[in-house]
């Protein structure tokens, strides 16, 4: 057993000696910038990571004055379609409550989330409908879905 041993020893201990030390030396560079690109690559895709699910929080919940469930009459409307709001641009008075009820017409889930003023209906998936209170200045705000790029609008508040 003890034989046995030390051959395999020996045996292992001989291989690096047949013309290795010259590679090893090239391995131990490469092998070391490989493992620094490798943690930046780690801390990288990481902090994309963070980055991109953070972006899919945003609109995840509920933010400001909503409520789930339609508004009463002379509410605004906003549909959510894949992947577009109708209409993209809402009048509105601005400096007093406005309430806009928005509906998910569409077979994706969708957020209506209005940035500047803290608001988001949160996620709202296929048929649900919400309502949302805020005050708008005056001027124009953007409104988007947070999970859907190029799915905009505007408040134009006057
Ligand atoms: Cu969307």
New binding site residues.
């Given amino acids: 057993m003890n034989t046995q041993h030390k051959a395999g020893i020996e045996g292992q201990a001989d291989l690096p000696r047949a013309g290795r030390p010259p590679r090893i030396g090239q391995r131990e560079s490469g092998g070391i910038q490989m493992s620094h690109w490798k943690t930046l690559l780690t801390i990288g895709v990481a902090v994309g990571l963070v980055v991109v699910l953070a972006g899919c929080q945003q609109g995840e919940k509920a933010a400001g004055n909503v409520r789930t469930g339609p508004a009463g009459s002379g509410a605004v409307r906003v549909l959510?379609e894949d992947?577009t709001f109708q209409p993209q641009v809402l009048k509105v008075p601005a400096g007093s409550p406005v309430t806009v009820e928005v509906r998910n017409a569409g077979d994706?889930s969708?957020?209506l989330t209005i940035e500047g003023l803290h608001v988001s209906t949160g996620a709202m998936h296929h048929g649900d409908v919400k309502t949302v209170t805020f005050t708008a200045p005056k001027g124009a705000t953007e409104f988007s879905?947070t999970?859907?790029r190029g799915?905009v609008g505007r408040i134009v508040a006057t």
């Fill in positions: 959510m992947n994706k969708h957020n879905c999970w859907h799915m």
